[in-house]
Nanobody
Framework: QVQLVEAGGGLVQAGASLRLSCTTSKGSIRNYPMGWFRQGPGKEREFVAALSWSTARTSYADSVKGRFTISKDNAQNTVYLEMNSLKPEGTAVYYC????????????????????WGQGTQVTVSS
């Protein structure tokens, strides 16, 4: 069982940067594929970025490609989402997710492919 905890959200102006982190209060994510999703007001949860367990593969939504970077620090058992040039349409609750499929060299883009979720962290981008 894995319990994920996100942190790093906040209120920023358009063009600013934020780094979100996702760590575990229980269990390890070192060998799991990971993903970040977001859910804006009145919207469905959407894919943002994903990382294979070994960090060899990454995948990004077109809307964030070139601005966001997903990474993992296995020593810290933590996954990060570096967000640059934030836009007001990026206002959402951001969630990290882990897929209980250790060692698979693939990324996953659908919410229903993930087994564990954090509680989310709010990111608000003002114009």
């Amino acid at each position: 069982q894995v319990q994920l905890v996100e942190a790093g959200g906040g209120l920023v102006q358009a063009g600013a940067s934020l780094r979100l982190s996702c760590t575990t209060s229980k269990g390890s994510i070192r060998n799991y594929p990971m993903g970040w999703f977001r859910q804006g007001p009145g919207k469905e949860r959407e894919f943002v970025a994903a990382l294979s367990w070994s960090t060899a593969r990454t995948s990004y939504a077109d809307s964030v490609k070139g601005r966001f970077t997903i990474s993992k620090d296995n020593a810290q058992n933590t996954v990060y989402l570096e967000m640059n040039s934030l836009k007001p349409e990026g206002t959402a609750v951001y969630y990290c997710a882990a897929k209980s499929f250790p060692g698979v060299l693939a990324t996953f883009r659908r919410p229903d492919e993930y087994d564990y979720w954090g509680q989310g962290t709010q990111v608000t981008v003002s114009s």
